[in-house]
Structure formats: C-alpha cells, structure tokens
T-cell receptor
Framework: GAVVSQHPSRVICKSGTSVKIECRSLDFQATTMFWYRQFPKQSLMLMATSNEGSKATYEQGVEKDKFLINHASLTLSTLTVTSAHPEDSSFYIC????????????FGPGTRLTVT | GQNIDQPTEMTATEGAIVQINCTYQTSGFNGLFWYQQHAGEAPTFLSYNVLDGLEEKGRFSSFLSRSKGYSYLLLKELQMKDSASYLCAVMDSNYQLIWGAGTKLIIKP
C-alpha cells in the first residue's frame, strides 16, 4: 500500500521560533498533498491543499504567511510554522493523493508540535 | 452550511457488536469514508461508500443511504484493540473531505 512519512514525529520549540515539518510519499507520486491540524478531542481541520509546482490553497482563517507550504516535488511537501506561539501547539497531519481528486488520500503518521 | 453528525462517545463490551451512526448535510456528495484513529496517531482508512447499501470487510461493515444522508459503521466481534475514535468524512462536490468530530469507542472486557 501507499506509504506517507512525516518528520519529525514530535517537536518542542520555543515561542517565536520556526519549525519545519516534512511530508514524503515513499512509494508513489503525490500530485496533491493536504495539511491538517487536529486539536485534542477535535476532528481534523484542513489547513491547505498543495499541488506540486504551484502555490498552496489555504482554507479560510489559515494565515498563509504563518504556515508556509512548499510542494517542490511529487514526493515532498513541507509545512513551516513561522514565529510559533503556544496556541500553535497541535497535531499536524499530512496526507497525499496520487489522483486529481482527493479520493485516495494516504495519511502520514502526524507530527506533535509543542510550543513553550 | 456543511455538517457531519456522529455521537461523541460509545461504550461496548468485548466480543459484542456496535453500530456507529453518521448523518450528513453537504454541498454535493462524492462518497463517504470511515477512518479509525487511535490516540496520538493519524487516521487509518476503513471504508468508502458511494452507492447505497452495505459494504462488508471482515469484522467491519459500512452502510450508506444517500437519500437519508445517513451512514453507519458496524463493528462485530469487538476486540480491545478496537478502542479508538471513528471518524466519518464526506467528500463534497469540490472533492474536499468534510470531517465529523469523531466517535470515541470504549471497549470494556
């Protein structure tokens, strides 16, 4: 089956610093990657959709200058949380799709971000 | 607006059967998904329904009625490892997944 990896799995950073999270599709080419955020006991919230080689599409309420997304290749997308604050502490999950729609989404294992 | 409703929490006994319901109101419909999510982990795919009826896959079955905007996930022969959250998600007309808040399933011995 399709495998998606995320790195790091856990990260603790100080307020004001930036953190980069990598999402890789290991055995398929991901034309589309999705970034989600999940707060405790809540459902997944889509942050943005990125297509390889083009700018990401951000959901309403998500600051594109704060959450920088790069999808430079068909196997790698990165999410950078800039000037992180404690309220950015969350579980960040990426998923990847090989088709033109998001039907076949394969999820990464997630990254737990804690901002102190 | 778009809305997915499922119970917040359910409790069942090991070896028994449990049914988790999901009702939805979305702009368009391109299929309904069920995912299992253990605490601190990403969701894992369980099932996909786009036509009315029952899809069976081992101990898990998923049912869909598009006219009623309703689905359920049926888990048989419950095992302790089935304790998890179960997320219902609907793909809308823009092929975006709309997620329910999840149902936390607690299995007791």
């Amino acid at each position: 089956g399709a495998v998606v990896s995320q790195h790091p799995s856990r990260v603790i950073c100080k307020s004001g610093t930036s953190v980069k999270i990598e999402c890789r599709s290991l055995d398929f080419q991901a034309t589309t990657m999705f970034w989600y955020r999940q707060f405790p006991k809540q459902s997944l919230m889509l942050m943005a959709t990125s297509n390889e080689g083009s700018k990401a599409t951000y959901e309403q309420g998500v600051e594109k200058d704060k959450f920088l997304i790069n999808h430079a290749s068909l196997t790698l997308s990165t999410l950078t949380v800039t000037s992180a604050h404690p309220e950015d502490s969350s579980f960040y999950i990426c998923s990847a799709a090989s088709g033109t729609n998001s039907y076949e989404q394969y999820f990464g294992p997630g990254t737990r971000l804690t901002v102190t | 607006g778009q809305n997915i409703d499922q119970p917040t929490e359910m409790t069942a006994t090991e070896g028994a059967i449990v049914q988790i319901n999901c009702t939805y109101q979305t702009s368009g419909f391109n299929g309904l998904f069920w995912y299992q999510q253990h605490a601190g982990e990403a969701p894992t795919f369980l099932s996909y329904n786009v036509l009315d009826g029952l899809e069976e896959k081992g101990r898990f079955s998923s049912f869909l009625s598009r006219s009623k905007g309703y689905s359920y996930l049926l888990l048989k022969e419950l095992q302790m490892k089935d304790s998890a959250s179960y997320l219902c998600a609907v793909m809308d007309s823009n092929y975006q997944l709309i997620w329910g808040a999840g149902t936390k399933l607690i299995i007791k011995p």
